[in-house]
Every structure is written in structure tokens, then in C-alpha cells.
């Protein structure tokens, strides 16, 4: 008897095998091409915010500009400087008597539809409108120039003017909250989980629940903390600290999940080197197994930071998405914080905002990964075998 | 006096007595007074328990005034509060440190309580999700005291403008396109996430080069850190006309507010879950069980679908429970995307909404906090919290009662 090998059935099932290893690394690649294509539209779509239109004008200071802006410059181009520069020459003057009668020429803030047609993006601007500023442009007296506006300006309702600096020093504001209440929180759960539970009903029940808040959906956290933090314990609405509180009750599981891989690491050997040496459970744990198993748990920190940062949903339920101009004095002040900024631009009807929403979201991002690539480069760096 | 000066002045009082309370107790601990006895523990120690005697009557009289202030009960006068929390200070420190002899076991009773604080850090974590559920319960409560619960689940139509002042509210909270909008997008958001997160499963661990994997991983997480504000963004600025146009490229009509455009950018977001935890469950599979499988003359795909994947099975089938229950309770992409229409169909292409979509739409309007709109999210929100609680059960039971030991 021989074995007569069917080749047909082989040749098959090789190209079977061939094709699901092409499946696997497709559904890579694509998943890959995603993140590609995603980042790619992102930024291109940013870019252009990071510009922004100046016109160079004659304002010329006089009693009527006192009442309104516009009287101190050109009529055909005081429709194309912005507003928010025009209703700044009053207060100009006011404080500054001395200017009236006077004129200068100087680079000033063009409004939006301006902004969008030196661009070449569409817009609103009348044919006359487009002509003075091609005009204009010709004899050198309109350019793009780098958008410092936006990252020291706050809320705007006008698009030349809105910046993310508020929304910035909010999101400063929640997260340093949010990490002084979960940090230590997270770190004591864990440390009391892994050294010195016992092993009863409730410390399963702990456990499983931890895992179970690590689950639920962050909407939810934002229900609980508009009906503990506001309603009951009275704490301001839209503050960054009722943010900051949700934020933590959230970034908990996280914080004590990593704490408690980071502490599970560590050998015992090195727990019962420090015992047979007379320290005490807690002493152990103070000087053995936190300053060991430090670089863990700071890497679970910034990973759960890193989410809380860009957390949208909850914040929206306890009032972070009003418009908040500018940045918050206090953490009992309202405020607002990056992600809520991104989402009233996106919903804004003007078109001068979509790029605003997308340099907003670079920002963003540029946070987020600055973030889990410390955390990344800090779990490599401390990385140890025992 | 406003809050924040109350805390400054606190801090100003408590801290220095603290200080002075360590070193007072560690001074004693070196007084002639007990020359030639041993004390039990360290001077250090000492210290530490004349803080905690210091600080902890101030500490729980901050507590009850707290508490006082919350109920309604007393207003406390900020003023009285700070100074009676001061003296309970300092009358803390002078029998703390007073009490510092010898036979006092500082040690121990300064662990002991370190340990019980501990141990109440651990239970914040079982009060939040006590909080969650009777905070959601009781305001759903009030919901269903105005609306009938059984026409809450079985009604079709959804349309809470109608309940303004006075109308009547049965028939307009029937929650059942709802649930069909956000089936509809989590099914949608499987059907993408699930292949692709499964063979990148596969691909990181049975076939990349350690190389390959260095890179793939850590983009992967990238996707998984991305905020879902960004993704919401991308999926109504630029998938929505993407996905009209190849609509209409097929001949069909699909509204700018589709439920497929935030389904397949939900997809996206959940790939890496999925990914990440097949991946931990299939490496973990142990290797002499492809190598059977390889040695008996299976091809590589072959032992990995009928030897490793039927092994890692329950940790696989416990990811996708964790993905739908993500998928379910994720807003934000649906917030921007999906639109606001309540709509019962089975078309995709249509507009629909979903049941955190109600929640944040209940919330932003601008009823007062007391209507039945605002109150219908606390009951959407309980059935939200009923449902992601099922299903994370679920998932650990299918991974404790299925989990296979190799040894």
C-alpha cells in the first residue's frame, strides 16, 4: 500500500492557508490605512486655521469712532476688518484721549468671509468685496500670517477671533482635579487590595465592581455627577471642579487596575527580604514595593489622564459645553475644557470654524500623544525582569 | 468669608500644628523623663501619632459641619467652624503629645489606622457604583411616576417635544427606536470591528516578526486613545459625504445624518479592544498545542482555526461582549453624527438615534430640570446601565466558566 498524495486537495488547502495569512495582515494594514487617511484629513483640514488673514489699514482716530468703531476707518473696508477688532477702538481712544485727531496705518484682524476667500475657500463676499481685496492684496496690503490668536485667545462668537487658551487652561484645571482626587484614591485601593486584604466576600465584591466601573459607559458618570456633585452636594455647575470630580470617579478603575499589575510584579522575595529584616507590613510597602513598582504605576496614571483628557460625554451632562469665554479664575468657576470646545465649534453653522475644530483637535491630540508616549517611553525605560 | 479662605486659613492653622505636633512627640521621646526605658516604637513614629491626634478631631468636626451644611439642617457659620476646628486642634496636639510614653504602641496604632484608611479607599469605589445606580434609579423613578413604563418600553414613537407644559405625556416616550437606532449602530460597529480586530488578533500573534508587532501595537493604541470627540468630528465631517456619495454612486438616497457613518467610524474605535484583548487571550494559548497541531501535518491556518481559536474562545467571546457594551454606551460619535430623529427602519442609510443621543439631547435643551424630557434620560440612562452591566457580567462569567487551564 501506498500513500499517493492528492494534489489537487494540497494545492487547495495551500492556497487557503496562503489566503487567510493575507486576511490577517490586511485587516493590519487597513486598520493602519485608517489611522493614515484619518490623521491625513485631520490636518489637512487644520492647516489652513493655523493662518490667518491681516489687513493693513488707515485708522484714523476721531470723535465719532468714540460711539462706534467703524467710523475710524475706511467705509468700503470696515466691512472687511473684523468686528472684533472695530469694537476695540473705542476703548482705544477712551483710554487714550490724546489719540483723537490722529491717524496711523497698521496691520489689523480681516473677518472671516475674508480669511476663507484669501484661502481660496468659499465665501461670502460680494464681488466688490473680492475685487478690493484682490486689490488690496496686490498692492501688498493683505496677507496670512501665523495665527497667534489661537492659542492665546479664549471662545469666540467670531470665528477670527475664537482661540482655544480658555478651553486650555479649563482642561488644566479639571485634570489637575481629576489627579489629585484619583491618584491618591486609586493608589491606597490598590495597595490595600494587593498587601493586606483578606481574602473574603468583600474584597471579591470590591474587585469584580472595579472591573465593573472600569465598563460602564462615561455617560453615565456624568448623570452621577450631575445628581451627587450638583444637585446634592451643591457644587457649581460647569465648574471645573465637578468636572474634575466625575472625571476622577472614572479614571479610578484605571488608575487602581494598573496600580495593582504594577505591584503583582514584584517578586516577593523582595516583600519577605523586607519582613525578615523586622519592617512592618506597612513599612514593607513604604519603602519595598511603592518606590519599586513607582514607574508602573505613574505609567497607568498618564494612560488614564491621557483618556480623562479627552472625555466629552460627561462633562456635556454636568454643563462643560456653555459658552464660556473666557478662562476660568478658580476651580469653582465656570469653565470649559478642550473636547467641549472641539464639540461647540464642530456644531457651529459657520465655515470658518470646521478648520478651527480641526486645529483645536490637533491640539488635541498632540496633548494625548505627548501623553501616552511618555507613559510609553517610561514603561520601556523602567522595564524590569526579576 | 468665601470657601477658598476658609481652606487657606485651615491649611495656614492645621499644617504648622502638625509640624509642631511631630516634633514635640519625637523631643519627648528624648526627654530625661523616661531615661533608661526602652520606648516600643521609633521616635519617628511617635511623631506621626501626635499628627494623627492633632488632626483628627478637626477632621471629623469638618466632617459633621459638612454633613450638617449638606442636609440643610445647620448653617454652619464659617468663622465658628474654623475656629472650633482650631482648638479641637490644639487640644488634639497638647493630649497627643501628652500621652506619648514608653508603653504606648505608636507604631500600631498609627499602621492600624493607615491600613483602615486603606480600606476605605477601596470601598469608593463600590459607593460609586452604589451612587450610579441609585442615582439613576431614583431619578427614573420620578419618570416613571409621570409616564407608564410598559408604553416607555413598547411604545414606537419617540417625540418628547410634544410633552411641553400641560400636554398630555403618554405616547410620546416610547423608546423602542431607540434601542433599534442604537442596535442598528453597534451592529454595524461589530460587523467592522470584529473581522478586523480579530485577524489583527491573529496576525500579531501567530504570524508578525517581533519587529512587525513593535510597530503594529502600539498604533493600534493609538486608534484605542484617540478622544471619541475627534472621531464624532471625522465621522460627520468627512465619512457622512463620503458615505452619501457612494450612495448615491449606487443609486441610493442616504441622509447627511446616516446611522452607517457613525456605526463604521464606532467600528474603528473599537478595533483595538477587540485586537488587544484577543491578542492577550491567544498568545496566552499554549504553544504545545499548535505545535500538535502543526506536527500532525495541519497547516499554520489550519491549527490556528481548529486548535488556537477554539481554545482562546471564551476570552475572544468575552471581548466582543466588552465591544458591544462599549459600543452601546459610546455617545459622543453618535452625538455628531447620528442626528436626533427618533426612526424605526431597518435602513442604515437613514437617520437615527440612539439612546445616549436622548441623554445628551435631554440635557442640553433648555427644560427645566424637573421636565419629563430631562427626566426620560435618567430612564434611558437606567436601562443603559441595566443593559453594559448585563453585559460585562456576562463576559465574566463566559471567561470564568469557559476559561480552559493548561498547565
Avoid at chain 1, 3 to 25: G, V, W
Avoid at chain 1, 247 to 265: D, E, H
Avoid at chain 1, 290 to 300: E, H, K, W, Y
Wanted: net charge neutral.
Amino acid at each position: 500500500m501506498s500513500f499517493t498524495p492528492d494534489h489537487k486537495h494540497l494545492k487547495r488547502r495551500a492556497n487557503r492557508d496562503r489566503r487567510f495569512r493575507i486576511y490577517s495582515y490586511s485587516a493590519i494594514m487597513l486598520a493602519g490605512a485608517f489611522l493614515v487617511f484619518f490623521f491625513a484629513d485631520i490636518v489637512s483640514t487644520a492647516w489652513s486655521a493655523f493662518e490667518q488673514a491681516e489687513l493693513r489699514v488707515e485708522v484714523s482716530y476721531n470723535e465719532e469712532a468714540l460711539e462706534m468703531g467703524d467710523y475710524a476707518l475706511d467705509e468700503d473696508v470696515s466691512y472687511l476688518v473684523s468686528r472684533g477688532f472695530t469694537r476695540l477702538i473705542p476703548n482705544m481712544i477712551r483710554k487714550d484721549r490724546q489719540l483723537i485727531g490722529t491717524s496711523e496705518e497698521k496691520w489689523v484682524l480681516a473677518d472671516s468671509e475674508v480669511d476663507q476667500y484669501l484661502k481660496g475657500k468659499p465665501n461670502r463676499l460680494h464681488k466688490n468685496e473680492r475685487k478690493l481685496v484682490d486689490k488690496m492684496r496686490a498692492e501688498g496690503r493683505a496677507r496670512l500670517a501665523f495665527n497667534t490668536g489661537f492659542f492665546i485667545n479664549g471662545d469666540s462668537k467670531l470665528p477670527e477671533m475664537a482661540g482655544i487658551a480658555a478651553a486650555a487652561v479649563g482642561s488644566f484645571y479639571v485634570l489637575l482635579i481629576t489627579l489629585a482626587f484619583s491618584f491618591p484614591l486609586g493608589v491606597a485601593t490598590a495597595i490595600y487590595l494587593e498587601e493586606f486584604a483578606p481574602d473574603n466576600r468583600l474584597m471579591q465584591i470590591i474587585e469584580v465592581n472595579i472591573n465593573n466601573l472600569a465598563a460602564i459607559p462615561s455617560i453615565l458618570f456624568g448623570l452621577l455627577g450631575l445628581s451627587i456633585f450638583i444637585n446634592f452636594m451643591g457644587v457649581p455647575r460647569s465648574s471645573a471642579l465637578v468636572g474634575g470630580l466625575t472625571l476622577s470617579l472614572m479614571t479610578l478603575p484605571v488608575i487602581i487596575i494598573s496600580t495593582r499589575a504594577a505591584i503583582l510584579a514584584i517578586p516577593d522575595s523582595i516583600r519577605e527580604g523586607a519582613l525578615a529584616l523586622g519592617a512592618t507590613r506597612w513599612q514593607m510597602v513604604m519603602t519595598n514595593v511603592l518606590p519599586l513598582s513607582l514607574p508602573g504605576i505613574l505609567t497607568g496614571t498618564i494612560i488614564g489622564l491621557a483618556r480623562a483628557i479627552g472625555e466629552t460625554a460627561p462633562l456635556m451632562i454636568v454643563g462643560m459645553m456653555a459658552y464660556i469665554p473666557e478662562a476660568p479664575e478658580g476651580v469653582v468657576s465656570a469653565t470649559t475644557v478642550l473636547p467641549a470646545q472641539i464639540y461647540t465649534w464642530s456644531s457651529d453653522s459657520m465655515r470658518a470654524f470646521t478648520e478651527r475644530t480641526s486645529a483645536g483637535i490637533i491640539v488635541l491630540l498632540a496633548v494625548m500623544l505627548l501623553m501616552n508616549g511618555v507613559a510609553i517611553y517610561m514603561r520601556n525605560k523602567y522595564e524590569t525582569k526579576w | 468669608m468665601t470657601t477658598g479662605t476658609v481652606l487657606l486659613y485651615l491649611f495656614c492653622g492645621l499644617v504648622p500644628l502638625s509640624v509642631v505636633a511631630y516634633f514635640l512627640a519625637t523631643k519627648r521621646t528624648y526627654s530625661v523623663k523616661f531615661e533608661g526605658e526602652t520606648f516600643h516604637s521609633t521616635p519617628g513614629s511617635y511623631g506621626w501619632y501626635a499628627i494623627v491626634c492633632t488632626l483628627s478631631p478637626a477632621l471629623l468636626a469638618s466632617f459633621v459641619a459638612a454633613v450638617l451644611q449638606l442636609t440643610g439642617l445647620v448653617e454652619v457659620p464659617a468663622t465658628a467652624l474654623l475656629a472650633v476646628i482650631l482648638t479641637l486642634a490644639a487640644a488634639g496636639l497638647w493630649l497627643g503629645v501628652l500621652t506619648v510614653k514608653p508603653s504606648l504602641k505608636a507604631r500600631s496604632l498609627v499602621e492600624g489606622l493607615i491600613v483602615k484608611m486603606l480600606f476605605v479607599a477601596s470601598l469608593v469605589s463600590i459607593f460609586t457604583t452604589i451612587g450610579i445606580v441609585l442615582s439613576v434609579t431614583f431619578e427614573a423613578m420620578k419618570f416613571f411616576d409621570v409616564v407608564n413604563i410598559w408604553d416607555f418600553v413598547t411604545g414606537t414613537t419617540w417625540n418628547p417635544d410634544e410633552a411641553v407644559a400641560g400636554r398630555d405625556v403618554q405616547g410620546v416616550f416610547g423608546s423602542i427606536p431607540l434601542f433599534a437606532g442604537t442596535f442598528m449602530i453597534t451592529a454595524i460597529a461589530m460587523v467592522v470591528a470584529v473581522p478586523i480586530g480579530l485577524f489583527s488578533a491573529i496576525c500579531m500573534s501567530e504570524y508578525a516578526s517581533p519587529a512587525f508587532r513593535k510597530v503594529a501595537k502600539p498604533a493600534l493604541e493609538i486608534l484605542a486613545g484617540i478622544p471619541t470627540v475627534v472621531y464624532g468630528f471625522f465621522a460627520a465631517i468627512t465619512v457622512s459625504p463620503l458615505v452619501v456619495h457612494a450612495a448615491e454612486y449606487f443609486g441610493l438616497q442616504a441622509d447627511y445624518t446616516n446611522a452607517l457613518s457613525p456605526g463604521l467610524v464606532m467600528g474603528v474605535m473599537i478595533i483595538p479592544l477587540i485586537s488587544s484583548l484577543s491578542d492577550d487571550v491567544i498568545s496566552s494559548v499554549p504553544n504545545s498545542l499548535r505545535e500538535g497541531s502543526l506536527a500532525m501535518g495541519a497547516y499554520r491556518s489550519e491549527s490556528i482555526k481548529s486548535v488556537v481559536l477554539p481554545a482562546a474562545l471564551p476570552g475572544i467571546v468575552s471581548a466582543f461582549l466588552l465591544a458591544v457594551s462599549r459600543a452601546v454606551g459610546e455617545t459622543m460619535i453618535v452625538v455628531m453624527a447620528a442626528g436626533l430623529r427618533a426612526n424605526l427602519t431597518w435602513n442604515p442609510l437613514e437617520g437615527m438615534t440612539t439612546v445616549t443621543v436622548r441623554i445628551v439631547d435631554a440635557f442640553t435643551g433648555d427644560q427645566a430640570f424637573d421636565s419629563p424630557e430631562t427626566l426620560s434620560a435618567f430612564g434611558l440612562g437606567l436601562v443603559l446601565l441595566v443593559v453594559t452591566l448585563l453585559l460585562n457580567i456576562l463576559s465574566l462569567v463566559v471567561i470564568r466558566r469557559f476559561r480552559q487551564q493548561y498547565e
